[in-house]
């Protein structure tokens, strides 16, 4: 039962473009929505987050939106570069619990 | 790599062995998670640690069990191996309850695989 769902599961981009990753929650008690980036042979990294009490939060090039009427959040990636290349997970916690990961989208930009 | 060192880093078993796998940090953080990752399932919690001896389980900790005399260590066993176990594994520290009090900062991973 997966309580975090993430798409697409695999993104190939053009340097330069957007990347858009998407999930979508059920357990609205969940208050805190951070993304993870993982490199080939390393650990996820903690890359950005959000709490339901803003819309959007924005970090140099990377950028969450977060919909609390639709149970939805998403990350943008501007001007993507090909080390952008990796995985992200998104994920989401609620108080007293542990963190829930999404599927994981493998992120592929060209050069 | 906030001072996590997973081991071994790669291993091959058989169906049937028992195999641990260690988390060793330098941080003095006291909780400690094992994951697993596999291809569309994400990071799935296996049991995770809130001190020395305190333990808990997490969402697939059937046929796992954990271990943590030391603050610095916490060990995953597989009491006896099965392909289904053949996986990535992650062991996470966070210095306080709940990432967003706290992050959780990942190894580098133990790749398991269950011949």
């Known amino acids: 039962q997966q309580q975090v769902k993430q798409s697409p599961q695999s993104l190939i981009v053009q340097k330069g473009g957007i990347s858009i990753i998407n999930c979508a929650y059920e357990?609205?008690?969940?208050?805190?929505f951070p993304w993870y980036q993982q490199f080939p042979g390393k650990g996820p990294a903690l890359l950005i987050a959000?709490?339901?009490?803003?819309s959007e939060k924005k970090e140099g090039r990377f950028t969450i939106s977060f919909n609390k009427s639709a149970k939805q959040f998403s990350l943008h990636i501007m001007d993507s570069q090909p080390g952008d290349s990796a995985t992200y997970f998104c994920?989401?916690?609620?108080?007293?619990?542990?963190?829930?990961f999404g599927e994981g989208t493998q992120l592929t930009v060209n050069p | 790599d906030a001072g996590i060192t997973q081991s071994p880093r790669h291993k091959v078993t058989e169906t049937g062995t028992p195999v641990t796998l260690r988390c060793h940090q330098t941080?003095?953080?006291?909780?400690m998670y094992w994951y697993r990752q596999d291809p569309g399932h994400g990071l799935r919690l296996i049991h995770y640690?809130?001190?020395?001896?305190?333990?808990d389980k997490g969402e697939v900790s059937d046929g796992y069990s954990v271990s943590r005399s030391k603050t610095e260590d916490f060990l995953l066993t597989l009491e006896s191996a099965t392909s289904s176990q053949t996986s990535v594994y992650f062991c996470?520290?966070?210095?306080?309850?709940?990432?967003?009090?706290?992050?959780?900062?990942f190894g580098n991973g133990t790749r398991l695989t269950v011949t």
């Open positions: 640690s809130y001190g020395v001896k305190d333990t």
């Open positions: 959000i709490r339901p009490d803003v």
């Open positions: 994920a989401a916690e609620s108080s007293g619990s542990r963190l829930t």
């Open positions: 996470a520290i966070s210095e306080r309850a709940g990432a967003y009090n706290s992050p959780l900062h």
């Open positions: 941080e003095n953080h006291r909780y």
């Open positions: 357990n609205t008690a969940f208050d805190y």
